[in-house]
C-alpha cells in the first residue's frame, strides 16, 4: 500500500463540500466571497452560499450553476445568530452528507473614528461582524469537519478574510484595522487549537482590490488610481485575486500549511515609504 506522505495531491475538490459565508454581491458583481464559491465550484465542490440577503447568495448559486462545473445551495441567514449558523451547518450536513470548508467572509467597514471619536454601540456591533461571526461558524462547523478521513493529513480547512489593514497602522478609523488584526491572530490561535484534530486553519488578508463593496459605494477615478498606486505592481485586484488563493487554501494543495497569513496585495505591505491617501480606503 502506498504511503500517504507521498501521495500526490490534486485540486481537484471532487466529493468536497464547502461553506462560504457574505457570498453574494451587489447585481453580478464579483466580490472575494462570490468568486470564491464559483472557483470552488469549478474544481468540483459543493458550495452552500450564505448571505443575509437570499436573493444575492441565489444568484451566486445561478451563477455557479450557469457554468455547469460544480452545485450549490443559497441560505439566507444572519451569522452574528447563533441558532441561524447551526441552522447553516445542520442544512449544508443534510444537503451533501459532510463539511470540508468553511470560508468566513462576512465584514463591514463598521464604526468610524478615532478611540476619542468612536460610537461604542457601533465598535461592539462591528466587532461582532467582523470576528465573532468566524468564531460562531466555526463552533458549529468544526465537530462535522473532524468526522473526516484524514488520509490527506488534514481533515477540514477554514480559511478566514482578514486584511492588510489587520498588519499594517496608519488607516483612518480605529474600528476595521483592529478587528483585522484579531481575525489575523484568532487565525494562528485557531490553527494551533484544532490541529490535532487535523483542521487547517489560515487567513486571506487582501490589499485594495476592487470590489463591489467597494465601488458600489462610489469612488472616483483619483481615489482608484491613488489604491492602485499603494502596490508595487501598480495593477489594480479583484475578487478572483482573492478567491483563487481561497480555493488554493480550501484543498490538497496546501495539506501542509496552517496558521498562514497570506497577503494578497501586489506587495503593499511589503513597501516602506509610502503613505495611505486621505480618500482611499485600505481593505476590501
Not at 465584514?107 to 468566524?134: F, P
Not at 467597494?214 to 478567491?243: C, I, P
Request: glycine share 12%; proline share 4%; hydrophobic share 45%.
Amino acid at each position: 500500500m502506498e504511503d500517504p506522505i507521498f501521495r500526490r495531491p490534486t485540486r481537484s475538490l471532487a466529493g468536497k463540500v464547502a461553506i462560504v459565508t457574505g457570498a453574494g454581491a451587489v447585481g453580478d458583481g464579483i466580490g472575494n466571497a462570490r468568486a470564491a464559491a464559483i472557483l470552488l465550484a469549478e474544481d468540483g465542490c459543493s458550495v452552500v452560499c450564505v448571505d443575509m440577503n437570499m436573493v444575492l447568495a441565489q444568484r451566486t448559486v445561478d451563477m455557479i450553476e450557469a457554468e455547469g462545473k460544480g452545485k450549490g445551495i443559497a441560505i439566507g441567514a444572519d451569522v452574528t445568530s447563533s441558532e441561524d449558523c447551526q441552522r447553516i451547518v445542520k442544512t449544508a450536513v443534510e444537503s451533501y452528507g459532510r463539511i470540508d470548508i468553511l470560508f468566513n467572509c462576512v465584514g463591514i467597514g463598521g464604526a468610524s473614528g478615532t478611540a476619542v471619536e468612536v460610537d461604542m454601540e457601533l465598535w461592539a456591533k462591528g466587532l461582532e461582524v467582523n470576528v465573532s461571526t468566524m468564531v460562531l461558524m466555526s463552533k458549529y462547523a468544526i465537530p462535522e469537519m473532524m468526522k473526516n478521513d484524514r488520509s490527506m493529513g488534514y481533515t477540514g480547512s477554514i480559511i478566514n478574510m482578514a486584511s492588510v489593514a489587520g498588519l499594517m497602522g496608519g488607516t483612518p478609523h480605529l474600528l476595521y484595522p483592529t478587528s483585522k488584526g484579531a481575525i489575523v491572530n484568532m487565525t494562528r490561535a485557531m490553527a494551533a487549537h484544532h490541529a490535532p484534530a487535523g483542521i487547517r486553519v489560515n487567513c486571506v488578508c487582501p490589499g485594495m482590490v476592487y470590489t463591489p463593496m467597494m465601488y458600489a459605494k462610489g469612488m472616483s477615478e483619483d481615489a482608484r488610481e491613488a489604491r492602485k498606486n499603494r502596490n508595487l505592481l501598480k495593477t489594480e485586484g479583484n475578487g478572483w485575486d482573492v478567491g483563487a488563493a481561497v480555493r488554493f487554501l480550501a484543498g490538497d494543495e496546501s495539506r501542509w500549511m496552517t496558521g498562514v497569513v497570506l497577503p494578497i496585495d501586489a506587495g503593499a505591505t511589503a513597501a516602506i515609504g509610502t503613505e495611505l491617501p486621505k480618500n482611499a480606503s485600505v481593505g476590501t
